[in-house]
């Protein structure tokens, strides 16, 4: 018999329905299960549902996976993933239990995750046994890690193998965590000083009418929205997470796919991270605990393209890639110098139950502005050391620190200094 066409398979996998029942008429589909945000226990809250399932128990817009969400789509489309297919969760519960902390409850302190998504197999037990189709938005493992950077600390003395945070074959041992974004609308708009309808507009409009809910239907206040998600890294003992008589060390890292996956030299990105790393590991250590906590943001969530297009407008300016005009040229592709927006960030370290940071590994003013409003104290700030910015990066790290990030290592270049800081030609 002759193996079925894509055409065909895609006929017998997936349902096809004549008739597209619009999301923006309520009466037609919903059912749906009110969310109260921030309420004292995850049965009051309710769970969170963005699945299709049975649409009429949806009380979220958008859906789970975040960009990923289009993949799953396709993949239906093309007849090889089954419509009516529920992930079997049994065993995927978290191996090490975050929380629950007081923040979790407070409106204010967490607005872009939902706090309970990692314990929905436990939380919503009845609700998935009466056919609810809830699925989790955090995912907590255990894992190693193998770098390059940490062997080098090792050799050079700065690291040591204790057989409990760094194994004898110098892997690392790391609990991690995912995090989909999970926003509660009316938090979201507050954030930002706007009112949720104003919020509700312009993401619909900017998204080229992809989500007509959020015009349409005022009473979902929750959006799941088709952005990266966030990952957690913890050094030592999740537990000691909050405690106040525990050394905390965080590096808070937006995503740089060409340095931090690629070595790209003509940024600090990958040797801040691995510095971060490595300063979390050394307060694991000593009694305490350290956790990098990795936000894709690339490009300043301008995109990789934009980051690009950027570098070459950089290179090929009159008088080459200079300090002096480093943020300048951001400025003149996308319209801004930078659009991440740090106000969510502080979330995910809410939803960790941290407190105070002793050790934040990060110049950026904008993040240490961020965490210090959401209530959370910091301690020490810690700059990049000079030895491990990559001299193409020197234009990138001099202008930062022109710009008056954090800096208290060296001298701050200005006028005529800072413009003969050069980096290379494209064809160097």
Not at 59 to 73: E, K, L, Q, T
Not at 148 to 153: G, L, R, T
Not at 298 to 305: A, F, H, K, T
Not at 379 to 402: F, H, T, Y
Request: aromatic content about 8%; glycine content about 8%.
């Amino acid at each position: 018999m002759p193996a079925k066409t894509p055409a065909k398979a895609a006929k017998a996998h997936v349902e096809r329905k004549t008739h597209i029942i619009l999301t923006s008429h309520p009466r037609h589909i919903y059912r749906n299960t009110v969310v109260h945000w921030g309420a004292k226990k995850p049965a009051e809250r309710g769970p969170i549902v963005a699945t299709f399932s049975d649409p009429g128990l949806r009380n979220a817009i958008g859906s789970h996976s975040g960009g990923y969400a289009v993949y799953r789509a396709l993949a239906m489309a093309a007849g090889n993933l089954k419509t009516e297919h529920r992930p079997d969760l049994t065993n995927t519960s978290p191996v090490v239990r975050i929380g629950p902390h007081p923040s979790w409850t407070d409106p204010d302190k967490i607005v872009s995750l939902d706090p309970w998504g990692a314990d929905v197999v436990d939380i919503f037990k009845k609700e998935l046994a009466a056919g609810m189709d809830i699925r989790p938005s955090i995912a907590v493992t255990k894992a190693h890690l193998q770098m390059p950077e940490i062997s080098d600390a090792i050799e050079k003395g700065r690291l040591k193998v204790d057989g409990k945070i760094i194994k004898a074959n110098r892997d690392v041992v790391v609990t991690k965590a995912a995090i989909d974004p999970v926003w509660y609308l009316p938090g979201i708009a507050k954030r930002f000083g706007v009112t949720e309808q104003e919020l509700r507009k312009t993401m619909y409009q900017q998204t080229g009418g992809m989500f007509p809910e959020l015009i349409t239907r005022p009473d979902l206040k929750v959006m799941l929205p088709p952005i990266g998600s966030t990952t957690i890294y913890i050094f030592g003992d999740p537990s000691f997470l909050g405690r106040s008589d525990k050394e905390h060390t965080c590096r808070v890292h937006d995503e740089c796919n060409g340095s931090d996956v690629f070595g790209s030299d003509i940024c600090t990105c990958r040797p801040y991270l691995t510095h971060g790393i490595e300063e979390s590991i050394r307060t694991a250590q000593e009694g305490g605990v350290g956790f990098v906590v990795y936000y894709r943001k690339e490009g300043r969530s301008l995109g990789e393209v934009t980051k690009f297009l950027v570098y070459n407008a950089r290179k090929r300016q009159k008088g080459g890639d200079s300090a002096s005009t480093y943020f300048q040229r951001t400025e003149c592709v996308a319209g801004v110098q930078d659009m991440r927006f740090q106000e969510l960030m502080p979330d995910v370290l809410h939803w960790l139950g941290v407190k105070k940071i002793d050790n934040l590994v990060s110049m950026s003013n904008m993040k240490y502005d961020a965490i210090v409003g959401s209530g959370i104290k910091v301690g020490r700030r810690v700059q990049i050391p000079d030895e491990l910015v990559p001299q193409d990066a020197s234009v990138e790290m001099e202008a930062k620190k022109a710009a008056g990030y954090f800096a208290n290592i060296g001298p701050v270049k200005k006028g005529k200094a800072l413009k003969k800081v050069k980096g290379r030609k494209l064809d160097d």
